[in-house]
């Protein structure tokens, strides 16, 4: 993964130069600001190691390059059109000196917007800086690692870009446009012309689109992270408990046949995990199994275009199949769930209560509403119960009617499990000496019942005669939370978005299942993260967008340019919402991050025009033609 970074960050920058030498119409310019990308990294990597940071795809994967030569763009081309202009009226190369006054002068007309731009797109990552848990772990390392760049790249625009500028810009002035340069001036020119001829018919169709787009935010619905293809399967199989691990082999295997014999040019691999390590951070008992499939390349697919496709179709190949219940996941989507709150779903549900009769029925009725929600996949209930467990209750009566002592009977009892009785030493080592009853007797509750215990008086005596033997269920979990006993209904989202089947589902408990007093009802898996991403970025996104707005007041000093540049942040908004609702993308947290960023660009691009433009009228409000605004 870190190779494969390091690549695309090279492969930008390369991208990126040649993008500026066709724009800029010249090598050394475009070089000139090529050269805030690897000082801007230099930065991002002395304040990674001072943060602690690692190199990761976490931290380099969202690295944008455009940004960071931003300020040096701008205060390279104005440098370059100030030179030329100058040369121009002239008509002669420009001495040291002159060359030196013009970009002196060039440069502060620019410094203050692109450092308050760039100040800005800082700022802007403030909310991301506030994000918990798991997406705070996440996104933070990216966004240290952006400012980190951020400032070196702001250094290096209104520092290093000017002397670079008085070097290596060209001392003779192109004698006329190349063409790449010319098409996009008349296409610019024809567009604002149009534009500005027609206001009104342009702010009414801009204000219709944004119109339509908010519309279409409304059916995004919501997620906590994409889903993610990681090119294999895992399938959660859950079984009676109690069930043996022979039976839960042979049911195994079966399985795999089945799926090996349904999908032959889908699956590569298929394998199980029944139970736990001998030193398990999973726990799990011998009726949970997980059965991984590794799939073949998409190309050789025949049964399936998607893996989502897939795996419904795995679904449905399950279905059926007595005595179990069958969820499928995703081996890393599994893990990373089950981390966050235990559940290995999309979405969990914890019930709280006391008793345990309730806690099941309670989990049923949820399992039961859940199951009629479209877009619910893989419904299950934890299992707590069905664990058969042998219970032997002495008869107080029967003991003292033939003289038989407690004790007695209950040393037979131990010995079905494994008591130690003493000690065994060979050289250096021990081993614990056990006593326990032949494997008949403690595996047939019939045959245990017939065991013959001396009495003092001399008879001998089936244990039968002197206890309850029974075989009951008993529970097979118990899981606890702050102290309080629970049950976990789990479900996986095929479909639809988390947020809206969460929204329905909600509402549909809500109808149908009732609480005793006492019991309490929580929601956790993705949603948990989601819901607590939201309400963060709710607080923190319009303080920053105060802040943003006071800073711009700052720098402007005008309330109608501070007004104006603040349209640019929903109308870059527009392109990102329409993506995401045609390719079907519900919105999450990383889009939240995306957005964020590309309101900070918004805002510098505005603010940089809007300076330029307030310049360019304050000139010419003394020449022989006045312009007023």
Not at 144 to 165: D, R
Not at 218 to 227: D, T, V, W
Not at 574 to 601: C, D, E, K, T
Request: with cysteine.
């Amino acid at each position: 993964v870190i190779g494969t970074v390091r690549h695309n960050l090279v492969a930008g920058a390369i991208l990126v130069i040649a993008v500026l030498f066709l724009l800029l119409g010249d090598l050394r310019s475009g070089l000139v600001v090529a050269a805030t990308i690897p000082m801007a990294m230099l930065f991002a990597a002395l304040g990674m190691r001072a943060m602690g940071i690692a190199a990761s795809l976490l931290s380099l994967g969202a690295m944008d390059f455009g940004i960071l030569v931003d300020g040096s763009v701008v205060m390279t081309e104005v440098n370059l059109r100030r030179l030329t202009e100058q040369q121009a009226r002239l008509g002669r190369p420009l001495k040291a000196s002159e060359r030196l006054g013009v970009i002196l002068e060039s440069s502060r007309e620019v410094v203050r917007p692109i450092a308050f731009g760039m100040g800005i797109i800082v700022l802007v990552f403030l909310p991301v800086l506030t994000l918990q848990g798991v997406e705070g772990k996440m996104f933070k390392p990216m966004a240290w690692t952006f400012i980190f760049a951020l400032a070196g790249a702001l250094l290096i625009a209104v520092i290093l870009s000017p002397v670079l500028s008085l070097y290596f810009l060209p001392r003779q002035s192109r004698s006329r446009e190349r063409k790449i340069e010319a098409g996009l001036k008349r296409a610019y020119n024809f567009l604002l012309d149009y534009v500005l001829r027609r206001p009104r018919r342009f702010l009414g169709a801009v204000v219709l689109v944004l119109i339509v787009t908010l519309s279409f935010s409304f059916h995004l619905g919501g997620e906590f992270l994409p889903r993610l293809s990681e090119g294999s399967l895992v399938i959660n199989v859950v079984r009676l408990a109690g069930v043996s691990v022979d039976e839960t082999v042979s049911y195994n295997t079966r399985m795999e046949k089945l799926l090996l014999a349904e999908f032959p040019d889908e699956i590569s691999h298929i394998w199980s995990r029944l139970g736990s390590a001998e030193v398990a951070t999973d726990p799990m008992g011998t009726e949970i199994t997980d059965i991984f499939v590794t799939l073949q390349p998409r190309e050789k697919w025949t049964k399936a275009r998607s893996q989502a496709e897939l795996a419904a179709k795995v679904e449905k190949a399950l279905h059926g199949l007595p005595g179990i219940r069958a969820a499928l996941s995703q081996p890393i989507e599994m893990r990373v769930n089950e981390m966050l709150s235990g559940i290995r779903a999309d979405v969990g549900i914890k019930i709280y209560g006391s008793d345990f009769n309730n806690l099941v029925v309670l989990g049923e009725q949820v399992e039961q509403a859940l199951s009629g929600i479209p877009g619910a996949a893989g419904v299950s209930v934890e299992q707590i119960t069905g664990q058969p467990t042998l219970q032997i209750e002495v008869d107080r009566e029967a003991l003292a009617r033939h003289g038989v002592a407690a004790k007695d009977v209950l040393d037979v009892v131990a010995a079905v499990g494994t008591p130690q009785v003493g000690e065994i030493f060979e050289g250096e080592r021990s081993f614990p000496l056990v006593m326990r009853l032949p494997d008949a007797q403690r595996r047939e509750p019939e045959v245990l019942a017939e065991t013959l215990i001396p009495t003092r008086t001399g008879a001998i005596l089936p244990l039968k005669s002197l206890a309850n033997v029974r075989q009951v269920d008993r529970p097979s979990t118990i899981n606890r939370e702050w102290g309080r006993r629970l049950i976990k209904v789990q479900a996986n989202v095929r479909g639809r978005d988390i947020a809206s089947f969460v929204a329905e589902a909600k509402r549909k408990i809500m109808a149908e299942v009732r609480l005793p007093d006492g019991y309490l009802i929580e929601w956790g898996g993705q949603f948990e993260n989601l819901e607590r991403s939201q309400r963060r970025l709710m607080l923190v996104v319009p303080i920053t967008l105060l802040l943003i707005f006071f800073l711009l007041c700052f720098s402007l000093k005008r309330l109608k340019d501070v007004l104006i540049i603040y349209t640019g942040i929903p109308l870059a908004a527009v392109g990102g919402i329409l993506a995401l609702y045609l390719r079907g993308i519900p919105f999450s947290v990383s889009a939240a991050v995306g957005f964020i960023a590309v309101s900070g660009i918004a805002v510098l691009n505005g603010q940089v025009l809007a300076a330029a433009i307030r310049r360019f009228f304050d000139a010419s409000s003394c020449g022989p033609w006045k312009i007023s605004i």
